[in-house]
């Protein structure tokens, strides 16, 4: 028995493709490589797949990983790789294999690139010392958070914005930072493409 951690990338139409089905498409292509997944025991036997950090619907990345655990340790983390590449469906390009080194709760930020036009005066929206916005809860009701300690960093990019943001226990999505600059501009703010391009660690180097 070992584990493996892959890295991949997302992108095209399996962005639409949900964190829930990605575990399912994830098991069908060990099956389909031909790579014995191991199985809890019980019941209701689960393979043991475990994603670094859930992505949401209509995200792309470059950046994902997940950690999988097979019942055969004879399989070389370059065999696995070459034998999901050859499996995988398109929009899934596998990056590389190795040994698990952190624990996935480890995972501190994430990085996202915002395709979009920035508004003029954007330097004054993330200089605020309170960024308030509209969050709904577990329960379906909505609060007010001050979503500004949860940006690291910020930088314009000649298509859009590049923001870094805590994730993991206090998981901010971009979209909620969309949602306080259309309130602090008073017109919408969007972006036509989000992609996750980094996962960080708690000093914000690249997790691995």
């Known amino acids: 028995m070992k584990s493996v951690r892959i890295f991949y990338r997302k992108e095209g139409l399996l962005r639409y493709v949900s964190h829930l089905d990605m575990n399912r498409l994830f098991t069908r292509l060990f099956r389909r490589a031909d790579l014995p997944l191991w199985y809890t025991e019980g019941f209701n036997p689960r393979p043991r797949i475990q994603f670094a950090l859930p992505l ?3 995200f792309e990345s470059d ?3 997940v950690d ?3 019942d055969d340790d004879a399989f070389p983390n370059e065999e696995v790789l070459a034998r999901l590449q050859a499996a995988a469906p398109k929009g899934l390009t596998l990056l590389r294999a190795a040994d698990p080194v ?3 709760g480890e995972v501190a930020f994430a990085r996202f690139l915002l395709t979009m036009p920035v ?3 954007v330097d004054a929206f993330f ?3 309170q960024i308030l916005c509209e969050k709904k809860t577990k329960k379906g009701d909505s609060k007010t958070v001050n979503i500004r300690p949860l940006i690291r960093d910020w930088k314009q990019t000649d298509g859009g914005l590049l923001l870094t943001l805590t994730a993991g226990t206090d998981n901010l ?3 909620l930072v969309l949602d306080a600059m259309s309130g602090f501009f008073g017109r919408p703010v969007t972006a036509s493409r989000v ?3 980094a996962l960080l660690d708690a000093e914000g180097k690249d997790f691995v």
Request: positive net charge.
């Open 56 to 58: 949401s619907l209509g």
């Open 63 to 65: 950046s994902e990983i």
């Open 68 to 70: 999988v655990r097979l």
């Open 102 to 104: 952190r624990k996935p």
């Open 119 to 121: 508004p003029e005066g």
């Open 127 to 129: 200089d605020q010392e």
């Open 173 to 175: 999505n971009p979209t």
């Open 195 to 197: 992609r996750r391009v």
